[in-house]
């Protein structure tokens, strides 16, 4: 035995060390969690006679603990996103699996509880192969399984459709029939050869769930999360923890870190401090200002990676001085993208061109030029259309960065002579304002939930919803997103996403401020871990060093 | 006395009726809805009618009211929106933890809270009395969210003796909360939400014992001779002591609201915290459990106060 442990130990007999300091040193000496009974026994202790060497033995294994500023609240996949993000990260590609995923960190399709699919020539029905795989209770994974996870969606008649479930109608809405040919192959029907279909189903509400837990637990599957991914639920404790240990049965092989500890912790300093402190390994999100300070630090680091967002205006036909397309233009070239890069994202920015995120097909950087900041022409329209003096309030969020964005953005459009106030709502109000047409001006942003432009442009900008948050009714730029959702050929469609984003910018209703990145904070030695396009969290690839 | 805490508890009934039609109206009031939030610009009108229909929002609200009260006084209270789990089960995963901090933090700020204000009430106008009472101005004027931050910052980051956040070590799990490293993490918390009740129970013990000290018996007391310390001991002290006893009472039932802001910034699994996300997702039935919550607990003190009261006093009589 190492000299220094027999010292250790002779020195925790004479009363030198708390039991806990004793354990401590030791495992930083090097002894395993396992041995540690033994040396309490040498210490003169009875064996057994305390939890803490099991506690420790835990603590000695490749644990990550991830500080998160959510709050978990129900790891059902087809509730996620419902309740904010943080069941997203808990959940999305680490206990559950879709029969497709994102390669980590892109946007590119890769397969998952599905090896391969075919596509018929028409495009209306796909066909998917599924691996031999098992969920955490044992349950194969069967093509009816994966059947009765999708229908649990779209039938409200179904015992597991649950309330609060939120993208069927993004996901199925083209879906006309789904069929299990045999256990392992699953065939999706359409009612037009729709190509978002792939990329929807890699959405984190399409993540595949036990039906025997389903059956089992009913309402409170919750409770009992049981998916097929390289994780598996330990324990929750509501607001405090939530526990995931590596699958020894995953398909993929186990992952390398042991156990996942997923805290929440609400405030953003407080998070970065216990990163400091080593109380975290992880938090999922640094405030843009505190960037730096961690990147300059040899002992941690700063990830990011794609993240899919468009934070924009929503300017509203619907309320006057709006209704003048000129006054809309104005406030377009009024605006300083640059300076909102600068100060409040201390550069993790990209200015904004089109409403389509960076990395997705139909982004394309020349549309920046579109409206550059140009306060001298925005003024000039202003005079044209005689709508100077009417004000104007800007609704915003009052969380985050929103409240800072929003006066930067006041004082522009006060320096080209418009009159406007803000009004900072907390989210719940804030979205059933906009929702029921009662804003003029609304600061948001759009977090994608799938990895095609489809997910912005049509929900966005389709008259069925455009009408009602901006006012905007354009049946051309309708029928283009509608036309590119089964455009094949990915050069054409992402002419159509080019040409139906040009005509928006020229009607001008949508004010494509930037697109802000994330950025999460970890220890030196943690590696392969990315940010996901969507804000998730996928830990399979993560190794912990020393 | 039996008689009187008989009537006690029977005007509690209807006064908890009334907090739940209140809290019913408020929170529905206060704008944004539920499904709303849930949805965000993600889905169509026809989504967000759909799933209002669903959460049972369509219905008029003495419909919805009524619906929440026949089941309330069979024990349940319902479904939350948030995590789709039983609301009583819920709170009662929580409550535990809220209670620990409330405690703590009353044992933390009663002594030192009647120290302070028998001390300023003795030497008053004196240089003590001044700083103790700058002091509690201090304590009643910080926010606690910025008070808990700074000290994490000074105890946590700079000096290291504490964690910064939590309830637990992190390995350890949750429970037990029993144990050393569970009372490491309640240290800050507890000394964070103790400030307020600290300074509120010195200037009432102050007022209290300065009231008594001017009355005639204490001056009689003074003028047959006896020491002015063993007056202030013996018989100053103890009837001073009767109105700060339903100080102590009410503040612990105020500590849950600060709670709501101290479990925030710790992140202690406590029900204040739970208390945020439900308001702020506008699930109506978390909030109508905490609440109730609250009033049951803030009423259950109440009693306590007026019947420790009756057993200090003899002067009172029911």
């Known amino acids: ?546 | 006395m039996v008689r009187y805490l008989a009537r006690r508890v029977l005007i509690f009934v209807p006064s908890l009726m009334l907090v739940s039609i209140l809290t019913f109206v408020m929170v529905r009031t206060a704008g944004g809805d539920p499904a709303s939030l849930k949805l965000g610009l993600h889905a169509s009108p026809e989504s967000l009618a759909r799933l209002r229909r669903e959460m049972g929002l369509t219905d008029p609200w003495p419909v919805q009211y009524g619906h929440w009260f026949a089941d309330a006084v069979r024990g349940d209270l319902g479904r939350s929106y948030l995590t789709g789990s039983r609301v009583t089960y819920e709170i009662l995963n929580r409550f535990p933890a809220t209670l620990e901090l409330a405690l703590a933090s009353m044992l933390i700020a009663v002594p030192l809270g009647i120290a302070v204000g028998t001390v300023s009430a003795v030497r008053p106008r004196t240089l003590v009395d001044h700083l103790s009472m700058l002091g509690g101005l201090f304590g009643i004027s910080i926010p606690t969210f910025w008070l808990g931050v700074m000290l994490i910052i000074v105890f946590a980051v700079w000096l290291g003796v504490v964690p910064v956040a939590g309830s637990n070590d992190v390995h350890m799990g949750v429970y037990p909360i029993t144990g050393w490293d569970a009372l490491r993490h309640l240290i800050l918390p507890a000394a964070t939400l103790a400030g307020w009740p600290m300074a509120i129970l010195a200037r009432h013990m102050r007022s209290s014992l300065l009231e008594v000290l001017h009355q005639d018996y204490a001056r009689t007391a003074r003028a047959k001779g006896l020491r002015f310390l063993r007056l202030v001991w013996r018989h100053a002290f103890p009837n001073a002591l009767i109105p700060v006893v339903t100080v102590i009472a009410l503040e612990t039932g105020y500590l849950l609201g600060g709670a709501v802001i101290t479990e925030t910034v710790f992140a202690w699994p406590g029900i204040g915290n739970l208390t945020i996300q439900a308001l702020a997702a506008r699930d109506y039935m978390l909030v109508q459990g905490t609440v109730l919550l609250f009033a049951v607990v803030f009423a259950v003190l109440n009693i306590i106060a007026d019947v420790t009261n009756a057993l200090l006093d003899p002067r009172i009589r029911y």
Do not use: C
């Open chain 1, 1 to 546: 035995m190492d000299e220094r442990v027999g010292a250790l130990v002779m020195d925790f007999k004479a009363g030198r060390y708390t039991r806990r300091q004793f354990i401590r040193k030791a495992l930083g000496f090097g002894v395993g969690a396992a041995a540690l009974p033994a040396l309490f026994e040498m210490a003169g202790e009875r064996p057994g006679a305390s939890t803490w060497p099991a506690a420790e033995a835990a603590a000695a294994q490749r644990t990550l603990v991830a500080g998160i500023p959510e709050g978990i609240s129900n790891p059902d996949p087809v509730i996620l996103g419902a309740a904010g993000y943080g069941d997203i990260k808990v959940v999305h590609n680490n206990i559950n699996e879709g029969i497709v995923r994102f390669k980590t960190g892109t946007v590119s399709l890769e397969p998952s509880l599905a090896t391969s699919w075919d596509i018929s020539p028409d495009g209306l029905s796909y066909t998917f192969h599924l691996r031999p795989a098992a969920f955490h209770d044992g349950t194969p994974v069967t093509a009816q399984a994966v059947k009765l996870n999708y229908e649990r969606q779209i039938d409200d008649k179904n015992p597991y459709h649950f309330q609060g479930i939120t993208y069927t109608e993004i996901v199925f809405s083209n879906v006309s029939k789904i069929d299990a040919l045999d256990a392992t192959t699953l065939r999706i029907t359409q009612t037009r050869p729709a190509v978002t279909l792939l990329p929807n189903l890699a959405l984190f509400a399409e993540g595949i769930v036990s039906p025997t837990a389903l059956e089992k637990y009913g309402k409170d599957y919750a409770m009992h999360p049981t998916g097929s991914g390289p994780y598996k639920f330990e324990r929750w404790t509501k607001g405090v923890e939530f526990v995931v240990t590596a699958n020894d049965k995953y398909w993929g092989g186990r992952p390398s870190v042991d156990r996942v500890i997923w805290k929440t912790v609400a405030d953003n300093t407080v998070r970065l401090e216990q990163l400091r402190t080593g109380e975290l390994d992880l938090t999922t999100l640094l405030d843009f200002k505190d960037v730096p300070a961690v990147r300059g630090d040899k002992r941690f680091k700063v990830v990011s990676g794609t993240f899919l967002a468009t934070q924009y205006l929503l300017l509203n036909q619907h309320k006057p001085p709006l209704d003048k397309k000129e006054v809309r233009q104005a406030i377009q070239f009024a605006v300083n993208k640059a300076n909102i890069q600068k100060v409040t994202f201390y550069g993790s920015y990209t200015v904004g061109a089109g409403p389509v995120p960076p990395g997705l097909l139909g982004y394309d950087k020349s549309l920046e030029d579109v409206y550059p900041h140009t306060p001298a022409k925005a003024k000039a329209l202003l005079q044209q259309a005689g709508a100077g003096d009417v004000a104007i309030t800007l609704l915003h969020k009052t969380e985050g960065v929103w409240p800072e964005e929003a006066q930067l953005i006041q004082a522009d459009l006060q320096a080209i002579g418009l009159k406007v106030s803000l009004q900072g709502l907390e989210e719940a109000a804030f979205y059933s304002k906009i929702n029921a047409s009662e804003h003029q001006i609304a600061l948001n942003d759009w977090v994608m939930d799938t990895g095609d432009p489809d997910n912005i442009m049509y929900s966005v900008f389709s008259t069925k919803r455009a009408r009602q948050r901006m006012g905007y009714e354009n049946p051309e730029v309708d029928k283009l997103n509608t036309d590119a959702q089964v455009e094949r050929n990915p050069d054409k469609r992402r002419d159509l996403y080019l040409k139906a984003s040009r005509m928006i910018l020229a009607d001008a209703p949508f004010v494509t401020l930037g697109y802000p990145q994330r950025a999460m904070g970890a220890k030196a030695g943690v590696d392969g871990l990315l940010v996901g396009p969507l804000g998730d969290v996928v830990i399979r690839g993560v190794k912990i060093g020393s």
